[in-house]
């Protein structure tokens, strides 16, 4: 106990010094995220503090803001407006300052600012016990240059506080965009995207309703490295170094479970009210290769096959299964039908494959439309 | 006649007198798009890319393009107490400007709102040396698209310089990718280019809008649709692009059917879910503000 009563003098120490600790000019990046107002700007502090506010120390998050926004704030030590735009707790809303992707538990007046910080402020909304509801989101993973036309893959995290301490968990359905083209994030908060075909450069940025948008890095698109050239002798190949701690890897030898959601078996729907969104889940320990279903339909001595490329039902003999069709590769899919399912009894089939090549076991209903 | 026979009757009457009028005020596809755009509007009078969420420049400026093909004016679509499209444009077109891209989509937007554009000089500092801008095959026919917007004709310098460098990216298939030569052929590139290339002075009946629309109505997939590259499967953005390309070099869409199928304005509209937004594809519904606001550019089949 007296080893943990030390650690914690010691700790108090080293935030009161690195709070009251006087610094040199710092360049910092200053993000403000609000709701009629969003920018990131970068500025060097002189020391000059916040006129008109003693308290607000030199070098302090309050005095980058000041610069951020050419004074185009309340100049409180408790932020109430940037930029014109007012968050009073008058609907448990208020500016919410972080620093580095976390949480700041110091005031902006007495936080005072490191070379490279990262200070955000956006509008926190308390939901009950005073918990926030709204998170930003942070881009992990971003290559510095990814290669023309070619797939890469960035990591989407939410940064959540209890305003004690912060921690980070995958952004599940966050849409990951470079302008042009987006991606959604999967279970594991991963979303893949391919770049554009040319060099030049793209801008990232995710986002998601009720979220905070992610800072919104640049990334160059270099070109494809030329191919070997097909004449002459081939270099020596490279040693081969074995690595020093190569663990057996873990096979995945786990099937995915598939499941439809929406739907009952043996349910019956009015022509008006039959199925037209097609949705289920799948769960498995890791990524998801693809989702695939298959659509059979009988309507009196009649049968016919849902064909995913034409969008149309062809007939096929009753003792015939449907052939299966993609749709994608998603752990929450879901498919639109081209219009309302006609009448006929139906048996619905989902499956799914795991990036280890597992199968799940078929999950099969069958509905009735009248 | 039994009382349920009677009852029958009488509403089958009823439906056939009322059917037409019924028809009559039934929303249409852009119609209920427009609704649903209205509705996802956020208080600053912005967008993000998703209904409720925290507004981008560009999904913004989307939307104002969009709203604005189909007849709706910006200055008019605002939430109760709200800004209006127009003042979040005109507040979001000078973010972020270190792009060509960024740009050219927000001097677009500020027309689509009425607004006069100040950035043309910012663009065309952005514009490189080869006349391209970024190098990259759509964000020149952005930067013509711009241009032309703002007023330039297909004689001015910056116009022709970079209608050239686009003519020049013409893959051997007749196809345009993002870079230029030698990337694989897409249909969002191509349809851009064949924009470009128009809106850049060059004659429909020229041969790089001919390779290209050949190109391109051959990518048509058996649903109807178009993909983003050839194998994939068609979405709801990619088509759009196809059905402007295609509207622009005087073609109509509604007779491109392969094999007697669908015509690309039938699958955009079949992609349409029932609030009124448009999923980017069957199994995906990424970015539904986004991808609403480009469908209602192809149902309007109005090129940039």
Redesign the interface.
């Given at each position: 106990m007296p080893h943990a009563f030390g650690r914690l003098v010691a700790g108090l120490l080293l935030a009161f010094v690195l709070v009251t600790a006087p610094a040199g000019a710092a360049t910092v990046t200053v993000r403000i995220e609000g709701n009629t107002v969003a920018g990131t700007t970068t500025v060097n502090t002189t020391g000059a503090g916040v006129p008109g506010n003693a308290a607000c120390k030199p070098h302090s998050a309050g005095e980058a803001l000041e610069l951020a926004t050419a004074g185009n704030w309340d100049r409180q030590m408790y932020v109430e407006t940037i930029h014109g735009e007012s968050h009073t707790y008058a609907e448990s809303d208020y500016w919410a300052f972080w620093v580095n992707g976390s949480y700041s538990t110091v005031g902006l007046c007495d936080y005072i600012v490191q070379p490279g910080d990262e200070l955000l402020f956006y509008p926190q909304v308390d939901g009950p016990g005073f918990q926030g509801t709204v998170w930003p989101l942070y881009l992990t993973g971003v290559p510095a240059a990814v290669t023309a036309g070619q797939p890469y893959t960035v990591t989407v995290i939410e940064r959540v506080s209890d305003g004690a301490s912060t921690t980070s968990a995958p952004a599940v359905g966050a849409t990951v965009s470079d302008g042009s083209t987006t991606a959604v994030t999967g279970p594991d908060g991963r979303a893949t995207l391919i770049a554009p075909s040319g060099p030049g450069t793209i801008r990232l940025v995710a986002t998601q309703a009720s979220r905070v948008n992610s800072p919104r890095p640049q990334v160059a698109v270099v070109a494809p490295a030329p191919a070997p050239a097909p004449e002459g002798p081939a270099p020596d190949p490279a040693p081969v170094v074995p690595s020093p701690v190569e663990s057996p890897a873990a096979v995945d030898t786990t099937p995915p479970v598939a499941t439809i959601s929406g739907l009952r078996n043996r349910q019956r729907f009015s022509r008006r009210r039959a199925p037209r969104e097609l949705r289920g889940t799948v769960a498995d320990e890791g990524a998801i290769a693809s989702v695939e279903l298959r659509l059979h339909r009988r309507h009196g001595r009649r049968c016919a096959a849902y064909d995913g490329a034409t969008e149309r039902f062809r007939r096929i003999s009753c003792r015939r299964e449907a052939r299966w069709f993609r749709v994608g590769s998603s752990a929450s899919w879901s498919y639109l039908l081209p219009r309302r399912l006609p009448s006929g009894l139906y048996q619905l089939q989902v499956r799914a494959t795991d990036a280890a090549g597992n199968r799940s076991a078929i999950h099969s209903l069958r509905f009735r439309v009248r | 006649m039994s009382a349920r026979r009677l009852v029958a009757l009488a509403l089958a009457v009823a439906g056939l007198l009322l059917g037409p009028a019924a028809a009559g005020t039934a929303a249409t596809p852009a119609q209920r798009a427009v609704a649903y755009l209205e509705r996802a509007q956020?208080?600053?009078g912005g967008y993000?890319?998703?209904?409720?969420?925290?507004?981008?420049p560009?999904a913004t400026h989307w939307v104002a393009i969009g709203l604005r093909a189909a007849g709706r004016d910006p200055a008019d679509v605002r939430q109760l107490g709200g800004?209006t499209l127009a003042e979040a444009v005109a507040?979001t077109a000078t973010?972020?400007l270190d792009?060509a891209?960024?740009t050219a989509r927000a001097i677009l937007a500020l027309r689509a709102t009425g607004g006069a554009s100040t950035l043309v000089p910012r663009l065309l500092e952005l514009q490189l040396p080869d006349g391209s801008f970024?190098?990259?095959?759509?964000?020149t026919a952005f930067g013509i698209f711009a241009l032309r917007a703002a007023g330039r004709a297909p004689g001015d310098d910056a116009m022709r310089r970079a209608t050239g460098w686009l003519a020049g990216q013409q893959n051997d298939d007749g196809g345009f990718?993002?870079?230029?030569r030698g990337?694989?052929s897409?249909v969002?590139?191509t349809a851009a280019a064949v924009q470009g290339l128009l809106r850049g002075g060059r004659g429909r009946g020229s041969a790089p809008v001919r390779r290209a629309l050949r190109w391109l109505v051959a990518r048509q997939?058996?649903?109807g649709g178009f993909p983003?590259l050839p194998g994939q499967a068609s979405n709801a953005q990619s088509t759009a692009w196809a059905i402007q390309a295609l509207a622009a070099a005087g073609r109509d869409p509604r007779r491109l059917r392969r094999r007697g199928?669908r015509d690309p304005i039938a699958f955009l509209r079949?992609?349409q879910?029932?609030d009124g937004s448009f999923?980017y594809s069957?199994?995906?519904?990424?970015?539904p503000v986004?991808v609403t606001a480009q469908a209602l550019l192809g149902l309007a089949r109005r090129p940039f």
């Open positions: - | 956020n208080g600053d993000g890319f998703e209904p409720r969420s925290q507004t981008t560009i800004d507040r973010a972020e792009d891209s960024t970024d190098g990259r095959v759509t964000t990718s993002a870079a230029g990337g694989a897409g969002d590139d997939r058996a649903d983003l199928g079949t992609l879910a029932r999923r069957r199994s995906s519904v990424q970015t986004w």
